[in-house]
């Protein structure tokens, strides 16, 4: 009964935190209100997957299983392992980010913080779904206040390119929908998803739903030709927590990939995968030159997350299941990392819009911000040496014993990356200092900056023992 409560308040919480939000008034004083439930709220279930950790400790290969009959004759099932609860907490840690960055912004809408809690807690359900029909309902779910989140963070010139993207994921709900039903008419009942290998089906039929599922997980992290709406839509968002949203949704593909995709699938689909490693590893050479060709901060930082983005994708198509919870750390690092950059850059091009100068030398008068900066910015491209750094080098590794063209052109991506992000750092914190009126440029406060050191003491310690904290 314990372990029932814990698995539906982490994906209840956030639920009843939004429609708190949304019950609360528009008005300016009420603001603070509607941020600081938010903030709770994640705070909360962040405890709540700290106790799911521990129940697990022990036995880390054991999962929670609960069930929920929905019907007589449907049933429901949740569950978590270790997997599931780390891509869940950083989730939390990195939306908790998110908020932090705009709280300074009094104008944001109540209904920005309503839809991401609705957004974190449909995110919390799919990491936590364990059969096909309820992980579907989140899969497709999840679309809805992801899109309402990107239409609040971008312009009106940009509304098309939004259509765009939304095309390529209900594409992808519509696949994964035609495979669901062709499951469920085929055996007649819900499927447990670690179950679904086991499930005979003729060999046109398996085509069918191996082939659609397949391009739905694979329209969820957008690769060639469909990568380039997608980065045009990230260069536009201003706001550090649709970002982040926006940065989440790939990840829940790759997820999805690592968890439920099978070894024992017709040739055919097999057959494509190393295809698709192949486009996704070319893919992020385009992103990464594309990334140190730009001068913006913020399409230097979209296109560094777009790189890893792939290579976690491509290195899940490698033959072997070793490498799965190094994949798993890697994410949960990248998670903090890039959500911790994404909110320090918001912070810049907040201050310096308020003059109207750009961001060319601004951390000289930001000391705080630019020692927080070049942390993460070195924490990601793998300095100081840190489990980001660590299970990075074993994927890579893994890259070069399939094939040492792969690796090379991994490493090369990784590396231009890198240099792009140095790049930055240097524009970002030049010598010759010129900005107007230094003393009115603001900080980032304190109790931020201590936050940001507190994640990056996270990963530093995180190299003797993954996730030392909770196990």
């Known amino acids: 009964m314990a372990d029932f409560f814990l698995i539906w ?15 609360a008034k528009d008005d300016a004083p009420f603001y603070q209100n509607t941020l600081n439930v938010s903030l709770l709220t994640l705070a909360v279930n962040v405890c709540l997957v700290l106790i799911a950790f521990s129940k697990l400790s022990l036995i880390p290969s054991h999962e929670i299983i609960v069930t929920w009959t929905f019907l007589p004759s449907l049933n429901l099932s949740f569950g978590a392992d270790v997997m599931s609860l780390i891509f869940i907490l950083g989730l939390q840690i990195s939306i908790l980010i998110g908020i932090l960055g705009i709280k ?93 290998p086991e499930v005979i089906f003729s060999h046109k039929k398996s085509m069918i739903v191996w082939g659609a599922l397949f391009m739905a997980l694979v329209l969820r992290v957008p690769v060639w030709p469909f990568h380039h709406a997608i980065i045009t839509l990230s260069n536009s968002l201003k706001n550090p927590l649709v970002f982040i949203a926006l940065h989440i949704l790939p990840l829940s593909g790759i997820y999805a990939f690592m968890r439920f995709w099978p070894l024992d699938i017709p040739y055919e689909i097999e057959v494509l995968s190393p295809l698709f490693q192949g486009l996704c590893i070319l893919t992020m050479i385009f992103a990464a030159f594309g990334g140190y060709a730009h001068s913006g901060a913020g399409q230097k930082l979209y296109h560094y997350i777009f790189v890893y983005d792939l290579l976690y994708l491509s290195a899940v198509f490698l033959p072997t299941d070793a490498i799965s919870f190094n ?47 070049a942390l993460f910015v070195l924490a990601a491209i793998g300095l100081p040496i840190s489990a980001f750094f660590s299970n990075n080098f074993i994927i890579v590794s893994q890259m070069f014993d399939f094939g040492l063209y792969i690796g090379t052109l991994v490493v090369t991506s990784m590396t231009i990356a890198a240099v792009s992000m140095l790049e930055n750092l240097y524009t970002l914190r030049v010598e010759n200092c010129i900005l107007p009126q230094p003393d009115t440029i603001k900080d980032i406060t304190p109790s931020k900056f201590a936050i940001l050191v507190a994640l990056m003491m ?14």
């Open 104 to 196: 300074a912004e009094q104008t944001s809408s109540k209904n920005l913080l309503f839809h991401t809690l609705l957004y974190t807690s449909i995110l919390n359900g799919y990491f936590l779904a364990r059969d096909i029909l309820s992980f579907y309902v989140c899969f497709a779910g999840m679309l809805w206040p992801f899109y309402m989140l990107t239409l609040a963070g971008i312009s009106d010139v940009k509304y098309k390119i939004l259509e765009r993207v939304m095309m390529h994921y209900f594409l992808s709900a519509a696949l994964f929908l035609a495979s669901l039903m062709m499951i469920v008419s085929l055996t007649q009942n819900n499927v447990l998803i670690f179950n679904l």
């Open 327 to 373: 994949i798993t750390y890697s994410i949960f690092s990248f998670m903090l990392i890039s959500s911790g950059l994404v909110m320090l850059q918001a912070h810049m091009l907040t201050e310096s819009s308020k003059f109207n100068i750009g961001v060319k030398g601004i951390l000289c008068y930001m000391p705080r911000t630019s020692l927080a900066y």
């Open 9 to 23: 308040f982490l994906i209840v919480l956030p639920l009843i935190g939004s429609l708190f939000v949304l019950s």
């Open 458 to 471: 996270i990963l530093l310690f995180s190299l003797i023992k993954p996730l030392w904290f909770v196990l």
